[in-house]
């Protein structure tokens, strides 16, 4: 199933890390306003196509192109200034600063309007209760919420998230979902590289699946919520 008016548009990716083959045939399509979530075993190849998104590998063959411009190969901070954000496993925050000190940085570069902080405490008002605390004393699903917040301060075109869910109590993988809905339903454009199936299929409106760095099949979420269990076999076992 094709994405309507592609935003993103991902033909035959490859990377590698040294004489390590990391990508070798992925392809996507995000349209304005899609949540997309790519799928996959661990070592499939997500977080390298979310790093070359990002400019941080360079890619080896195949097109990246953001609104019918080719980025593929640009440096990290000219794809940022182009839209597309990360947030990593890793979250990369700042754990001395205050939780309102990492916010206000992801406005720091922007060149485009944005949210305020206000606006990131609506979607996250445990974020207000602790605005001013340190975020290296936060939760896991705390930090999770911060490394959001940030991202969307920077008013992305297109959101990365890369494993939102991993590691969290459950309370917090249903919290990241409701606020991935609250997302989609204004309008944020998303890719989504989740391990936990049901939580994709309860965000996504469409899905990937890589494989050894292929893009080995897609379709509509409604088929990962119908049988979960046909995918985790095929793909994840």
């Not at 004489?19 to 399509?29: M, T």
């Not at 070592?43 to 070359?52: A, F, H, I, M, V």
Request: aromatic share 6%.
């Amino acid at each position: 199933m094709a994405a309507r008016d592609p935003v993103l548009l991902v033909q035959g990716l490859a990377a590698r890390y040294g004489k390590i083959v990391a990508l070798r045939n992925a392809s996507l399509e995000i349209g304005e306003g899609e949540a997309v979530a790519l799928l996959g075993a661990n070592g499939s190849g997500k977080t390298t196509l979310l790093n070359t998104l990002c400019g941080f590998l360079a890619p080896t063959g195949g097109t990246i192109s953001l609104a019918g411009e080719a980025i593929g190969g640009l440096p990290p901070h000219r794809i940022f200034q182009r839209g597309i954000v990360q947030v990593s496993q890793a979250r990369d925050l700042f754990g001395s600063m205050t939780v309102l000190d990492n916010l206000l940085l992801g406005a720091v570069r922007r060149d485009r309007p944005g949210p305020a902080v206000a606006d990131i405490f609506g979607y996250f008002p445990r974020l207000q209760e602790r605005q001013l605390q340190i975020v290296r004393t936060l939760s896991g699903g705390e930090q999770q919420m911060v490394a959001m917040g940030r991202a969307l301060m920077s008013a992305p075109r297109i959101l990365l998230l890369d494993e939102p869910s991993g590691g969290l109590a459950p309370r917090f993988v249903e919290e990241i979902g409701n606020i991935v809905n609250a997302l989609k339903r204004q309008g944020r454009t998303m890719l989504l590289v989740e391990q936990n199936l049901a939580l994709a299929a309860a965000v996504a409106d469409r899905f990937y699946i890589l494989r050894d760095g292929e893009t080995v099949d897609s379709g509509d979420a409604a088929a990962l919520r119908q049988d979960r269990r046909h995918f985790a076999r095929t793909y994840y076992l």
